[in-house]
């Protein structure tokens, strides 16, 4: 059973950059044909998709977003990070890391989410 679970601040200030880890276990992030994604939902919102890593490694982004994201890993540790810079209130979402297979862009496996707040 794969899980993932989210980690970092809950309150970041207007211009500052956000990061977030994604920890995986049960499954390797190198596992051949996942995606391992970053959803955001804002409040009172639907679901944002902002970008994922290859289990090779490439890394894709939402083009609304491409020019403040950042998604790097640490195999090592079984991980994956976001950054998201220059962040405004409107920032302000739950934030959840999943898995989502090739085949069909399935997605299996969510963390729990976590509540990030942009304010001042």
């Known amino acids: 059973q794969v899980q993932l679970q989210e980690s970092g601040p809950g309150l970041v200030k207007p211009s500052q950059t956000l990061s977030l880890t994604c920890t995986v276990s049960?499954?390797?992030?190198?596992?051949?044909?996942?995606?391992w994604s970053w959803i955001r939902q804002p409040p009172g919102k639907g679901l944002e998709w902002m970008g994922a890593?290859?289990?090779?490694?490439?890394?894709y982004y939402s083009p609304s977003l491409k020019s403040r994201t950042s998604i790097s890993r640490d195999t090592s540790k079984n991980q994956y990070t976001l950054q998201l810079r220059s962040v405004t209130p409107e920032d302000t979402a739950v934030y959840y890391c999943?898995?989502?297979?090739?085949?069909?862009?399935?997605?299996?496996?969510w963390g729990q989410g976590t509540q990030v707040t942009v304010s001042s």
């Open positions: 999943a898995r989502v297979a090739h085949m069909g862009w399935t997605y299996d496996y």
């Open positions: 049960g499954g390797s992030i190198t596992t051949n044909y996942y995606y």
């Open positions: 890593i290859y289990y090779s490694g490439s890394a």
